[in-house]
Structures are given as structure tokens and as C-alpha cells.
């Protein structure tokens, strides 16, 4: 079974920059999760989709920050300007359902902003 | 909200020996999980061991095994007979079980396996 593709796995952009990362999760799996990991600390979720509709967003900096799955598959999140602070790992994970305990991970993208 | 405390940030373990990494986390519910989950330099985040909070017995999975305490709030990770390949990052974890499946996760703790 393959497993949460993600890409790019390394990003560098500088600050005000756009950039935009891709999760392809699990085949059959309806929940798709974005984290954010900054440097020393654990992840943190930034959205929540059940199929293509949002779940919960609460935690997502809507100013900049923008995310869609389309057709309940493939999920986009992209940041735009980006500021010195969003510097981070951005995880996508995935689960067959929300009630669903385990989250399958991505590798992650490692994103720079100089 | 629910927080989790992982109070060690590095723990040190000999190979074979036996290292207990510590958990603990506030939460109003009767009912929830808490994982422990494993991250090795690749990034790749795996699961590593997961208790139901309704259930007594504490869960083990070959030599990993947790000691849960819960009026303590407390969810200790011990990690028998320790490999080279069990050097990560652990993270301690918390979900609900209803409305709100979200993982609050701890700072981690980095494990270091010494030849």
C-alpha cells in the first residue's frame, strides 16, 4: 500500500514570496490533515478536511495561509506572503475516516523563508 | 484545550538497556486515546503505541510498553531492550473521541542510542 506522498520535500523562498505544497494521501482514505512543525517543537494542525469539505480550520492563519482538497483526493496548502515565522515542516497526514484513530504521515516539506 | 508536557527534552540510553521517556497532559474528558509516535531524521512520523483511555490494561507492542496512570494524567513510554534504529524523536499525543479528533502533540523527546 502506498503510503502520504508529499512534495516538495525542501523548500527555500524569500520573505512575501508564494509557495505552495502538495499531499496525495492514502488511497480510500476520506481525512486529510496539514500540520505545522516548527524547530523543537511538536506538530500543530492547521486544517482538517473530511472529504472535500473543511472540518477544522481554527488554528490556520487565514490572512495568509489557504488550503483546498479537490474531488476529496489531492490537497493543496499554500502561503501567501510568507513571512520569516512560517519557516517550518508542513506534514500532511491522512485516515480512512475522522473518527479513524490512526494518522498515516507524509514525509513532510521543510520550508525556509531567508 | 487539551495540553501535553513532555518534560525531557534529550534522554541518553545504552544499547539493550532500558530508557522511560515521560508524558503527561490535562484534559477534562473520561473518554480519549494518547499515542506515542516515533520521528527519526527522515521526518517520517510513525505510530508507535496507542492507549484507549476506558482501558486498564496499559498497551504493549513487542518492547515498547506504556505505563498509563489515569488520575494522574501521566502516559510514560519505556522502550526495552533499546536498538540503534529506535534513535528519533518521540512525540506523546492526545485525541479525543468525539467532535474533536484533532492530535495535540508534546514538544518531544530526542532519543539517543549509545553503541
Known amino acids: 500500500e502506498a503510503g502520504v506522498a508529499q512534495s516538495p520535500r525542501y523548500k527555500i523562498i524569500e520573505k512575501r514570496q508564494s509557495v505552495a505544497f502538495w499531499c496525495n494521501p492514502i488511497s480510500g482514505h476520506a481525512t486529510l490533515y496539514w500540520y505545522q512543525q516548527i524547530l523543537g517543537q511538536g506538530p500543530k494542525l492547521l486544517i482538517q478536511?473530511?472529504?472535500?469539505?473543511?472540518?477544522?480550520d481554527s488554528q490556520l492563519p487565514k490572512d495568509r495561509f489557504s488550503a483546498e482538497r479537490l474531488k476529496g483526493v489531492d490537497s493543496t496548502l499554500k502561503i501567501q506572503p510568507a513571512k520569516l515565522e512560517d519557516s517550518a515542516v508542513y506534514l500532511c497526514?491522512?485516515?480512512?475516516?475522522?473518527?479513524?484513530?490512526?494518522?498515516?504521515f507524509g514525509p513532510g516539506t521543510r520550508l525556509t523563508v531567508t | 484545550a487539551q495540553t501535553v508536557t513532555q518534560s525531557q527534552p534529550e534522554m541518553s540510553v545504552q544499547e539493550a538497556e532500558t530508557v522511560t521517556l515521560s508524558c503527561t497532559y490535562d484534559?477534562?474528558?473520561?473518554?480519549?486515546?494518547l499515542f506515542w509516535y516515533k520521528q527519526p531524521p527522515s521526518r517520517q512520523m510513525i505510530l508507535v503505541i496507542r492507549q484507549e483511555a476506558y482501558k486498564q490494561q496499559n498497551a504493549t507492542e513487542n518492547r515498547f510498553s506504556v505505563n498509563f496512570q489515569k488520575a494522574a494524567k501521566s502516559f510514560s513510554l519505556k522502550i526495552s531492550d533499546s536498538q540503534l534504529g529506535d534513535a528519533a524523536m518521540y512525540f506523546c499525543a492526545y485525541r479525543r473521541t468525539i467532535n474533536d479528533y484533532k492530535l495535540s502533540f508534546g514538544a518531544g523527546t530526542t532519543v539517543t542510542v549509545r553503541a
Open positions: 478536511f473530511q472529504n472535500n469539505g473543511v472540518v477544522d
Open positions: 497526514a491522512s485516515s480512512e475516516s475522522d473518527r479513524g484513530y490512526e494518522q498515516y
Open positions: 484534559t477534562s474528558e473520561s473518554d480519549y486515546y
